[in-house]
Every structure is written in structure tokens, then in C-alpha cells.
């Protein structure tokens, strides 16, 4: 362990992150001071102060915390005392109820510290004393006891209520005793089961991402509430792992989840969740920074720098006129909550990171602040922060004339987050987002209820998002409710009915077999592997950008892991898996269009099953004025209610066969926690179909979004060069470029371009000039090698990893992807 930890610390040194935390601190004085003031910052990022919480932009916050603290206390003046603290929160089995009591005594606790809340709140010793008791009582019947706590979600136990409790004591300064603290510290402590000796373990599977930047976040409170400098100390140590960029070929303790180079975010190991445990994160270490601001614990300003990547290389990219994109949000997607909720919390995050930022950076901080507010077709409602300290920080962004309101990305731009298998292109009408699986990434994430019905979200889902509208009625929780999960938006799926896990496991939320050698339990690694998050089997996903504002796209559909493993014969007879279609797709992402080509496409060998390709689903109101018109070759949706339209060229094979259907579901459909609300959606649907026992098919579409009736009539904009199995390319005269992504070894040769085996090639030529962007989407290569046929041309700019040679009859590119996780590479030449 000593050996691992030396090494991470010195991968965290030469980052430069090592050097945020001091060597040490000089004095006793010098460390109760320093706790004193994060104890106060604590307070006041949670309570606000007197001056902020006088201001009418915060008079929301004030109320909305005054009527949740009086609510919670006409519940704990109701409760039986037999089994429950507040009514109808019954205690004893339920580790969710647990969770939720002691967070409703930390909303109690934080009205009394809240300037601006009525007297009889604020400051009342009463109310603290009845928050104590409380403490007490749950410490006593329903927590200390170690031998029957750690009952249903480890969450609950290692993070949930030591956030609760940990802030709850922070609230309560004084008026908890010394033993009271002390007592829940050891308890806190002894339920890090996941961890070593009561403390973190950074080769925990547990203890990783936004799951440690929590826990540590509560160590860190915990240690300045004793004056404990071991404690403190080691909590910002193992935090500063998080700002530490994930290198895939030198892990540290074993751990991918975290912040890669392209700007990807992975938590739980492959899952894709930027929307979720990202924000999460990016929240966490923000409010740390702001809590040990004057400390003297740490030096901020060495961290900001990363954060500020975070936000423009990571998040800017996925939210879309205020809207946090599906692809990056786990089983997320199933909750009720919208992505513009998503967005708010980030948006709260970049208002607190520029305040601790300066010059340039705080500017364009505070400038994306004021686009996401101006392009947002949803009221961003501040009294949802967490501080009133970020309101008012809020309010004076946006009023302040000084500050323009501009986006951190450019008007076009693509993005290949090869390392979570998803890629996002943009423009200033729309904006496109591809969810892709393989042997790194997970197909989907399905967890405690949530994303019921989630088999093909990683299988080529694409989520085509219109400019000016409001995406809770084209997205969103209903979308999943209402399109089928076979038919989503650019998946190919077998026919067959698919069991959710309650519906194939007697109810249960989780695969249950703790008798075999795999030992299925909620929590297991094998759980992970097989039921919630399992991966695909092959290693084509990716592509390659050119000058960041064109994408080309490659993904191979496989079986996932656990059918692989269920064939083996390493998984219980009783395990159900299910087999995957056949189908090598490419996107080709321009300006009006992306141009989609599947080839291969159908069942797989021996399954017997008819397969649908849904080439686009779209849904709209159940009131709107939906119209779907047809013509030799293309399709035209449109919203007039909402002025939007996506048309649909045919560019190769099969005609595809539109429909608009009327569906009407509950949400509980996709989450088992979900109210109980119908949704009625107009769900239209393109797709291509094959009977059981067909041959594979290829085709290709443009989808055209925005397009008016006579665009798609008279489009003619890309043409497709190759479509197999072995490569897949496109030309479009236009705008000069060819995209070509290739999937097999050999040589391949397209439209004056060859290729050596796999790979993803986008070339553009304008005037004397080329330009060229290369990409390995297995990432498994050491070199990919291409030969532009024609004039020789030499190296202008470009990657160092691309050398140029001339050779006959054209001009040779050796391309070092050796580890390069799929990473394009560019080069710019001239003859």
C-alpha cells in the first residue's frame, strides 16, 4: 500500500497538484484558526450571512428553507416515537428512510443558522437542542449499533448520512457537545467499510470519482470540527487524487473513473456520466475550494487551472442552450428531473469557480454563466442552489453590463470523447450527440430500480436536439417513456421482448445468488459486470476530428459480456442474457447534415430474428400540429406548433418506413420510483426492417436537421463512396472533404485515399491545401498508415505524432496512435 501511495503521490507532484496542500501547517494556532474559519465558511455556504441573505434575490432561498425546517419539525411533533422520528418515515430496515431523517435534521439545523429566517428559527436554542436530541436518539436506536447498520445501499452508509450528519454538526457549533461529535466521528468512521481502518482506501472500487470527492468533503468537515490535522490532512491528499487527469495506460490504484485528456468523465468504471456523478463532482470539489478559502489547508490556485478545464473541455460541450445532454447522464435518464435541472447545478458550480478565478478566465466563466441563462428555454431558478452566497453571486453576473453573454464553445464544433465512447457536433442550429459501447464502455447502466429498460442506449442512441426548443417536450424522461426501447433514436435491435430485472428476478432489484462462485449481491463486482453496467465485446469505437469542427464516426455492434460469459458456461443457469444484433455503423458529422451508414446490418448468426433499424424517433406534444410528408427517396417530420423539422434522404438502400403513433405510458415504465404519471407523446419513427432469416442489408441516410420541405427535396449533398463491413465512406464535393472509417486489416482504398487497416480518416481539401485527421478507434494500434494519392505534399503543421514521406504516386502519413486512447491526430499539408 505504502509503495502505490508513493507513486500516486508522485504522479500528483509532477501535475503540479501535490503542491496545493503545504508540507505542513506551523503552529497549533495556525490549525485552529485555520479550522475555525473553514468551520465558518461551512456555514456561510450553506446559511449565507446577514449582508447576502438581505438581498431580494435570495428572499426565495430564505423562504424555501424556512418551509422545509417547519414542515420537518410538524412531522417530527407527529411521529408515533415507535419506529419513526418524523410521520411516515418508518426506521429499522429501510436505509433510504434513514437517509432521508437524517437530512430532514440537517434542514431543521440549517434554518437555525440561516440569517433572515424568523426568530423563532433563527438562532433558537430550542430548535438546536431538539436537532441534538435528535441526533442522539437515531445515534442510540438506529445507527450506532455497527452490527445492524450497513443494511441495503452502501451510499446510504458511507456518503448519505455523513453528509447529512457531518454538515448537521458544522450547523450546530456549540450547542453539540464535544462527545456527541466525537461519538458520531467513530461511528462515521467504522461504517467506512469499503475503505481501510476507518478511512479512505484509494484501491477501494468504492472509493473513487464523485464517490470519493464526497466522502473526503465529509473528513474534511469532520477533522476541522475536532482540530484533527492528520485528518484534514489526509482527506485533501486523497481528494487531490480526483484532479488528477486519468491516464488509461497507467492507472493508478486500478481506477478509471475520473477526468481524461479528451474531456471525457467516467464514473462506476465504464459508464459515461458526465450528467450525473461529473456534475456531482465538479459541484464537490468547487464547494471545497470555497470552504478552504483563508484556511491556510490549501492553495486553491494551484487547482482552479484543472477545474476551469473541467467546464470548458468537459461539460460546455454537452449542454445545449441550457440542456444537459442524455448521453452522459447513466440511469439518470430515468428520473424525472429534467436537463436543464442537470445544467443548474453546474451553472451554480461555474458561478462559485469564477468568483474564484481572475482576469480572462473569470471573465468567460461569468460570460458562459450569462449564455446559458440567455439561450436556455427554461427559467434557471436560483432559489435551487445550495448557497445563497451563489444567488447573489449569481445576480451580480447577471447584472453586470461589463460581462458579455457568450458561450465557451465556438459556433461549430465537434468533439470525439473517445474515452466514454461518445462523440457531440454542434451548430448553431442543432446539436448532435452519439452514445456508443465497446469493450471499454458500458452498453447502458440499469441500478436500484432506475433505467428499467436500458439495452440499446450505448448501441448507436443519437440524440438530434433542434435550436429554440424546449427539449422537456422532444427529451427527457419521456422520451424513454414513451419510445419504445427497441426503437430509440439510431439503434439497431433485434424483435423480442426484453425482461426488465424485476420483471426476470422475482421483483428484486438486483440479480440475487450470493451461493455462487460469482457471488451475486447487491454490491458485488459481479452485479456491476453482468447486470448494471456490463460492457460490449469488441474494441471498434471512436473517430477522428478535423480542426475541431468536423467528426467522423466508427462503432461495430457486439454482443455484451454477459451473453459472451452466459455461452461460456460461467453464469448461473437462471442469469438471463440476451444476444445482440449485427450492424458496422459511420456518422459523418458536417455542416446541414449527418450522414449515417450502416452496413452488415441484421441478426446475428443463427438468432432467427427479424431486426428493426430505427434511423431516427422524434416526439412531440400530444396537442402539437405534428406532419409527416413523403416523397421519392425522403421523409420530412415537422412541428409546426413548434417550428422545428429534421427531413431524411435515402443515399443508399432500402426505403425506410415512416410512422407517427399516438403512445401513451407512465413514467414508473423506466423507473420503479417514478410517479405514477401518464405521458401522452406524438412518437414518430423511421426505420428500416427486416424479416427473420433475411440477409444483412446496408444503407445509408442523411438527416437533415432544420431543413425545409424543398432542402430535402433537392438535397444533394454528400455521396456515399463505400458501404461494407470492411469500410464505410463518404464524400461531400462541398465542402471538399471524404470521410473514411475503415474496420478490418488490409489495405483499403477509396476516392484517391488508402488506408492501412482499422481506422478513422477525415481529408479536406481547399485551394493548394489539405488537411487531414486521423484517429485509431480500437485503440489498440501502434501506427495507422494512409497514402493520399496525387500530388506530393509536404508537412506545413500539424501533430507530431503524423510524419509525412513522399512516395509514388502520392504522399505517405505514419501516424504514432500508440497509446493514444483514440486521441485524432491532425496535420496540414501543402504541395
Do not use: C
Amino acid at each position: 500500500m505504502e509503495i502505490t501511495r508513493r507513486r500516486l503521490l508522485s504522479v500528483l507532484a509532477a501535475s503540479g497538484v501535490l503542491a496545493a496542500v503545504p508540507t505542513q501547517w506551523a503552529s497549533a494556532a495556525q490549525l485552529a484558526d485555520g479550522a475555525a474559519r473553514l468551520l465558518a465558511n461551512a456555514t456561510e455556504m450553506f446559511a449565507g450571512t446577514t449582508e447576502s441573505n438581505a438581498r431580494k434575490e435570495t428572499a426565495d432561498k430564505l423562504a424555501a428553507i424556512e418551509k422545509t425546517a417547519r414542515t420537518n419539525l410538524a412531522a417530527m411533533d407527529a411521529a408515533s416515537g415507535d419506529g419513526e422520528l418524523f410521520k411516515g418515515v418508518p426506521l429499522g430496515s429501510s436505509d433510504p428512510n434513514l437517509n432521508t431523517t437524517y437530512q430532514r435534521v440537517y434542514e431543521i439545523a440549517l434554518a437555525t443558522r440561516t440569517p433572515g429566517i424568523s426568530p423563532d428559527l433563527y438562532g433558537s436554542s430550542a430548535v438546536r437542542g431538539r436537532v441534538v436530541d435528535a441526533l442522539t436518539w437515531l445515534h442510540e436506536k438506529y445507527y450506532g449499533d455497527q452490527s445492524k447498520g450497513y443494511y441495503g445501499n452502501w451510499f446510504t452508509w458511507e456518503i448519505g448520512v455523513s453528509q447529512h450528519v457531518s454538515r448537521t454538526l458544522v450547523l450546530l457549533g456549540d450547542a453539540a457537545s464535544a462527545e456527541l461529535t466525537t461519538t458520531y466521528i467513530a461511528s462515521m468512521d467504522a461504517y467506512l467499510r469499503s475503505g481501510k481502518n476507518g478511512d479512505v482506501d484509494l484501491d477501494s472500487r468504492f472509493h473513487t470519482g464523485a464517490n470519493l470527492a464526497d466522502i473526503t468533503t465529509n473528513r474534511i468537515l469532520q477533522g476541522a470540527l475536532t482540530g484533527d490535522e492528520a485528518r484534514i490532512r489526509k482527506a485533501l491528499t486523497d481528494q487531490l487524487t480526483v484532479f488528477a487527469t486519468i491516464d488509461p495506460y497507467d492507472l493508478q490504484h486500478g481506477v478509471t473513473d475520473g477526468h481524461y485528456a479528451d474531456g471525457s468523465f467516467i464514473q462506476h468504471s465504464s459508464v459515461a456520466y458526465t450528467g450525473s456523478y461529473g456534475k456531482g463532482l465538479l459541484t464537490r470539489v468547487v464547494q471545497t475550494l470555497k470552504l478552504l478559502d483563508g484556511t491556510g489547508f490549501a492553495y486553491g490556485d494551484e487547482l482552479i487551472p484543472t477545474v476551469q478545464k473541467w467546464v470548458r473541455d468537459g461539460f460546455a460541450p454537452l449542454i445545449f442552450e441550457g440542456w444537459m445532454m442524455e448521453a452522459v447522464k447513466g440511469r439518470a435518464v430515468s428520473r424525472t428531473a429534467s436537463g436543464y435541472t442537470d445544467s443548474a447545478v453546474v451553472v451554480e458550480a461555474v458561478v462559485d469557480l469564477a468568483s474564484l478565478s481572475s482576469g480572462d478566465a473569470a471573465t468567460a466563466l461569468a460570460s458562459y454563466v450569462k449564455h446559458i441563462r440567455g439561450t436556455s428555454k427554461a427559467s434557471l431558478d436560483p432559489a435551487t442552489f445550495v448557497s445563497p452566497l451563489s444567488i447573489v453571486r449569481y445576480a451580480d453576473i447577471l447584472a453586470d453590463s461589463s460581462v458579455p453573454a457568450a458561450d465557451l464553445n465556438p459556433p461549430a464544433r465537434s468533439v470525439a470523447f473517445n474515452a466514454m465512447d461518445r462523440t457531440v457536433h454542434r451548430r448553431p442550429g442543432y446539436a448532435f450527440a452519439l452514445s456508443r459501447s465497446s469493450s471499454r464502455i458500458s452498453k447502458y447502466e440499469y441500478m436500484s430500480g432506475e433505467n428499467l429498460l436500458p439495452w440499446f442506449q450505448g448501441d448507436g442512441a443519437h440524440y438530434l436536439y433542434l435550436a429554440g426548443q424546449d427539449q422537456t417536450q422532444a427529451f427527457g424522461v419521456d422520451y424513454f417513456t414513451t419510445v419504445s426501447p427497441y426503437g430509440l433514436a439510431g439503434v439497431t435491435a433485434p424483435v423480442e421482448h426484453r425482461g426488465s430485472v424485476p420483471e426476470l428476478y422475482g421483483g428484486k432489484l438486483f440479480y440475487d445468488n450470493p451461493g455462487h462462485p460469482l457471488n451475486f449481491t447487491a454490491s458485488s463486482e459481479s452485479q456491476n459486470k453482468y447486470v448494471y453496467f456490463p460492457t460490449a465485446t469488441q474494441a471498434y469505437s471512436g473517430g477522428a476530428v478535423l480542426d475541431d469542427t468536423y467528426g467522423a464516426v466508427g462503432w461495430v455492434a457486439s454482443d455484451d459480456v454477459p451473453w459472451r460469459d452466459k455461452r461460456a458456461g460461467l453464469l448461473p443457469e437462471d442469469f438471463v442474457a440476451y444476444r445482440s444484433a449485427r450492424a458496422t455503423k459511420s456518422w459523418f458529422l458536417l455542416d446541414d447534415e449527418i450522414v449515417v451508414l450502416a452496413a452488415g446490418v441484421g441478426d446475428a448468426p443463427g438468432g432467427g430474428r427479424a431486426v428493426t433499424t430505427t434511423v431516427d424517433a422524434r416526439v412531440a406534444p400530444a396537442g402539437d400540429a405534428v406532419t409527416v410528408a413523403e416523397g421519392d427517396g425522403w421523409v420530412r417530420w415537422a412541428d409546426g406548433t413548434r417550428d422545428a423539422a429534421v427531413g431524411y434522404v435515402r443515399l443508399a438502400g432500402p426505403e425506410a418506413k415512416a410512422r407517427l403513433d399516438t403512445v401513451t405510458r407512465s413514467r414508473r415504465v423506466v423507473r420503479t420510483t417514478n410517479p405514477d404519471t401518464t405521458v401522452t407523446r406524438q412518437v414518430f419513427s423511421l426505420t428500416v426492417e427486416q424479416a427473420a432469416g433475411a440477409k444483412p442489408v446496408s444503407f445509408a441516410y442523411a438527416l437533415l436537421p432544420n431543413a425545409s420541405e424543398s432542402a430535402v427535396r433537392a438535397y444533394k449533398g454528400a455521396r456515399v463512396l463505400a458501404n461494407t463491413s470492411r469500410m464505410q465512406a463518404v464524400a461531400h464535393d462541398g465542402l471538399g472533404l471524404t470521410g473514411a472509417n475503415t474496420f478490418t486489416s488490409g489495405a483499403h482504398r477509396t476516392a484517391g485515399l488508402d488506408v492501412e487497416g482499422p481506422a478513422s480518416v477525415l481529408v479536406r481539401r481547399r485551394g493548394g491545401e489539405v488537411t487531414v485527421a486521423v484517429s485509431d478507434p480500437t485503440t489498440e494500434r501502434d501506427t495507422v498508415t494512409l497514402v493520399l494519392r496525387g500530388r506530393r505534399l509536404r508537412k506545413a503543421d500539424g501533430d507530431d505524432a503524423v510524419r509525412v514521406t513522399a512516395v509514388p504516386g502520392g504522399t505517405r502519413l505514419d501516424v504514432d496512435t500508440h497509446h493514444a486512447y483514440g486521441r485524432s491526430f491532425g496535420v496540414r499539408l501543402s504541395g
